[in-house]
Every structure is written in C-alpha cells, then in structure tokens.
C-alpha cells in the first residue's frame, strides 16, 4: 500500500493491513491526533454515542418531559442547561498522560507527511491562533515543566467515559475535553431533541472543536455551552470566547452522516450539497449588518475603545452627558443592558458625580447615530462599517482602528476546506432518522458497517467486543495507556495484582462493552477481564521478552506470564477469547 501525503489517503481492507490495524485500534483510544489522521473517527464517536443506552435514559429524565412540544431551538437550550448542569470541561494533563512528538509523528509517517502535522496542530508548531501563541501554547497548557518533546496524548471521551469522572477524586458530575462535548452534543442533539442528522455538522480546528446546527439563523456549540446568531454578537466574554477558534484557526475537518471534508486529504466523502449548504449557513450565521445594538455590543468587547465615546441621557428634564465605560461598569450585577429596553433604567441609576453637564470633550456621543441605524431598518440594503465611520469624530486618533475591529466583529470569514480543490466521492451515507428506536438505530448501523467506514468503526469505538475483533482493542491497550504503567510503576508485581483485586469489580460500559486499562486506572473500577487487560499491559513493559497470555472465560479471566505468574480474574460480561500479547 503507497504511503499517504497530503493528497491521498487509502483506508485499505478493515484491520487486515498495517493501515486498517492502526485506524482501528485508533477508533479504541481516540486522540485529538489520530481523528486528524482518521477524520472518519470523529463521526464515529457520534454514532458511537448515539447508540449508547445512557444517553437514551436521558429522554426519561424529568427534565426532559414533554420536550417535543417546544421549538427545535428552545429543545437544544434545555438540553444545553441539563450538559451544563451534569458536565465539566476538563483538559488536565494527568488524566490520560503524556508521549512524545518523535513517538506520534513515527506512528503515521507511512500516511501522512510529519510536516503537515506540524502546520496543523499547536502542540507541534503550529502558530494559527495568536491568542494561544503569545501566551505560550506548553506554559498555557503546563507542559513547560517537561522537555520539548513530550505533548499529552489528550484522549477523546465517550459519553460512559465522560460519566465515569464522577468517580475521580475532586469531580461532583462528568467531564470531558472540546471533542468529548463537541461529540456528545451531535448525538444528543439527535436523539434528545429529535434533530435530523442532516443538519448536524462537526467542525474540528488544530486547538478546537464546536458544531454548526442548522436550526433558525443557527446554532454554534462551544465546550458546554451553545450559541444562537444573537448570542455570538452580544459582545460577552463567553461569545468573544467561542469565536476564537473560527476567527484565528482553519477549520480542518467537517464530519456529517454523509462523509468528511479534510484540509490535508484530496479526497472528500462529504455530499457537495450537504457541504455547499453547510458554508453558506454557516458563513450567515457569522456576519451582520450594522445595527445600533450590535455597535454597543461591539463596545462592551472592546474596553479600550470604551473611553472615545459617551452617551446622553434625557433626567429630571435636562440632559447629561455619561462616559460610555461608567454606563458599561453599571451593568454589573443589575438585570439591565444598554441595548435593550432597559436601558433608560439603567442609566437613571448612574450617580449624578459620574455624569457631565456639557458633551464631553474628544468622544464621539452614540446618539449622534440615531437617525442613520434607523434609516438602515427602513432601506432596502443596509449602510456599511465605512459609511458609518465618516459619521464619526473622534479626536483620539483611533478611529481606523475602532472600525476596523468593528468590522471584523460583525463578520468573520471561516477558513473551511475549498471545496474547489477536492474530489468529491460519493459513498454510503449514514441513514437513521430521530423517530427511529435505539434498537432500529443499532440495527441500522450494524447492516452498514460493510458500505461505511464510520459506522464500521463506531463499534470499536462503542468498544463492544462480541461484535467487534479483539486484534485493534488489544494493540490500543497495551501500546497507548502510559497512565497505568506510571500509576503502577513503584508496585511489585504482586502489589499491582493486590490493587487489581482491591477496586469494585464493575465496568464503567455496559454488557460486554470494555474499557481500556488507563480508565480502569482512573476510576477506579472494572470487570475481571479488563483488570486482566490491565495486568497484561503491566507485565508486558516490565517483563519484555515474556509473552503474555490471556484466556478470557463467561465467568473469569486469567493471566499467565511465560511461567512467571497466574492471577485470576471475576467477570461478568459472557465474553470469550484467547489472547497472547508479545513481550
């Protein structure tokens, strides 16, 4: 099989060559790297999470009574709070561990050249967000107390994983990293609140991942929170947050049920006319025309251009005249906005000592610009950043700077892959609909796993492993879990199997789905047979050169090292197998 570079990349035959093997196991452990290098991972962590019978409890939960009755915006707000309620972002170093650049950059050689990886990731050189870079992507991140070859391995979640933090030390709910959220959302979004898959898109930048969801004017996830159009131009911290990564970043992946657009890769499986109504909404969803609300929006973002403006104000039948930032520190804490019908509250709770008699000198007074938004509203057209700013008179010198940034606030243009440089290839879509049952759904994707890589890897990644070959579950748990062998790393053998024995002997998945060993490690729990994983992986770095074998039983698992040792494991998953791990 030819090597892969920036223009091709075959998937070959499932896990039966080199490249299938490591795309597979990678659908098990799910790093930020290697949905970069297997862009079908990502929609198959969607649908590994919409088969997942924890998130179909959810549509039993109180909180979601009588859902349906509400619009499909106000459904994925009540299921933005329930996320907020029971979510924690988290992107902490130690939960899934530390390699190395050489490490992953040898791993996908063969498929991708290293140097692409390092224009497209942070950790790696990349320099897209400014933000990021000016403060030091390895300080920002805590990795400057390591050599500058060790990056996290930063695992994605699924929704079990997610859950199972409640039972690390220092977390009350769940938690995950932005594709974790990003991937739990589309799901959710599709069988909580009935949206079709159609309108769902994925979208992963080098530091970020958010989706777009075509409801009304559109929806943008961010980490836990969600976004409509007017929320993204309300000038708040959160907002001015959440469009960092489509102001600063490419947007290197689009995932949909109808295939992938990647920057890197020449081949596009994503539908033209999904992806062509994909840019277009996306790209409204991300300008606006000037508007007298969105200009003090503007402000309340920009702090330091708060003080070239002043507003008038009619109290006690004489005008006064108040700094623009006074009437912005007044916002603090009270219920009232500037631009909305409040605002004469607001303002008559402004302490006279703050406000001037006369205009105040060098600051230009917003309701000078009255009469021009409000001509804006009653012409076919609107006015432009420049026509507005040749109203405008500030003495500061600042003025092509201010509008400037306003422009820039009122539109940004997402740098998405160009269509016009990829060949498009149809291929077959996922096909499940919201009124579908759990059952149909898993039904659905089992019969599709022979047409379509992502649903064919959704099951690796659901991790069921009565349905899904041992080979890739196997590879990822004793190459790609660095957290267990730290853990463990001044136990003797025997006290690691005390440990082993001494945690619940429960799973954190359900019926014979499994867990890989650094999440037994880190909650804390699993069933014999992945205690019996995790033993593997132990004895196979500390013994190298020793085979190790595993016979996974109904009822026990046991493991044997080269006749070195025995321990036996209690399982309840049903699950068979014979399993021989080379030292």
């Known amino acids: 099989m030819p090597a892969c570079s920036q223009g091709e990349r075959e998937t070959g035959s499932p896990w039966k060559d080199e ?35 924890r998130l ?50 040898e791993r996908f050689r063969k498929w991708i050249d290293p140097r692409v990886i390092a224009e497209s990731n942070a950790l790696f050189g990349y320099e897209g967000d400014r933000y990021y870079f000016d403060l030091d992507i390895r300080r920002h991140f805590g990795l ?9 391995y930063w695992k994605t979640e699924t ?69 409509t159009k007017t929320m993204w131009f309300n000038g708040s911290e959160l907002s001015m947050k959440a469009r960092r990564a489509l102001r600063h970043e490419r947007v290197t992946l689009v995932g949909h049920r109808t295939g992938y657009i990647h920057q890197v890769y020449q081949t596009a499986t994503i539908s033209e006319e999904a992806y062509r109504r994909f840019r277009e909404r996306l790209t409204e969803f991300l300008q606006a025309d000037p508007a007298a609300d969105l200009l003090i929006n503007f402000l309340r973002a920009h702090r330091d251009y708060q003080n070239c403006f002043q507003i008038s104000h009619r109290h006690h039948g004489r005008t006064r005249y108040i700094p623009l930032e006074v009437a912005f520190h007044y916002e603090h ?47 076919a057209g609107s006015g432009s950043v420049d026509e507005l700013a040749r109203l405008m008179d500030c003495q500061r010198s600042r003025l092509p700077q201010v509008m400037r940034d306003l422009t820039a606030f009122l539109k940004i243009e997402p740098r998405l892959p160009d269509p016009r440089c990829k060949r498009f290839v149809t291929r077959s879509a996922i096909e499940i609909d919201p009124d579908m049952s759990r059952e149909e759904i898993v039904d659905r994707l089992e019969n599709a796993r022979a047409a379509n890589a992502a649903a064919d890897l959704a099951f690796y990644a659901f991790r069921d492993l009565s349905i ?64 019996a994983l995790c033993a593997a992986d132990v004895l196979r770095h500390r013994h190298p050169g020793k085979a190790v074998m595993i016979t996974v039983m109904p009822d026990r698992a046991v493991v044997e090292c080269a006749g070195i040792l025995k321990w036996e494991f209690v399982s309840r998953k049903g699950l068979q197998a014979e399993l021989i791990v080379a030292g």
């Open 19 to 53: 490249l299938g093997l490591e795309m597979y196991s990678s659908a098990v452990t799910l790093s930020d790297m290697e949905m970069f290098v297997f862009p079908e991972l990502l929609y198959a962590l969607v649908l590994a999470n919409i088969m997942s019978p």
């Open 468 to 531: 899904c070959d041992w080979r890739p579950f196997l590879k990822a748990a004793v190459e790609r879990n660095p957290v267990i062998l730290e853990g463990t790393a001044d136990m003797s053998d025997q006290e690691a199997f005390s440990w082993l024995c001494s945690i619940p002997d429960e799973s954190i998945y359900d019926g014979t789905r499994l867990a890989q060993p650094d999440e037994v490690w880190n909650f804390k729990r699993g069933d014999g047979v992945e205690k």
């Open 56 to 105: 179909w409890r959810w549509r039993e939960d109180p909180w979601f009574r009588r859902i349906g009755r509400l619009s499909p915006g106000r459904r994925i707000m009540r299921l933005k709070q329930y996320i907020m309620d029971n979510y924690d972002f988290n992107l902490d170093l130690e939960t899934w561990g530390l390699t190395r650049k050489q490490r992953e950059l």
């Open 144 to 152: 400057d107390k390591y050599d500058g070859d060790v990056i996290p």
């Open 333 to 379: 804490g009270r219920p009232y906005r500037l631009n909305d019908r409040t605002r004469d509250q607001l303002l008559a709770e402004i302490d006279e000592m703050e406000c001037f008699a006369e205009p105040i000198e060098d600051r230009v007074c917003l309701e000078e610009f009255g009469d021009w938004f409000r001509r804006q509203t009653s012409r």
């Open 159 to 227: 929704l079990e994983a997610m859950d199972a933090f409640r039972f690390r030390p220092g977390y009350a709910r769940g938690a995950g990293e932005c594709v974790s959220l990003s991937a739990l959302y589309a799901a959710a979004v599709f069988v909580v609140c009935g949206i079709s898959l159609d309108d769902i898109f994925i979208m992963t930048t080098p530091l970020h991942s958010q989706n777009f969801v075509v409801v009304g004017d559109g929806l943008i996830t961010n980490n836990r929170r969600v976004l």
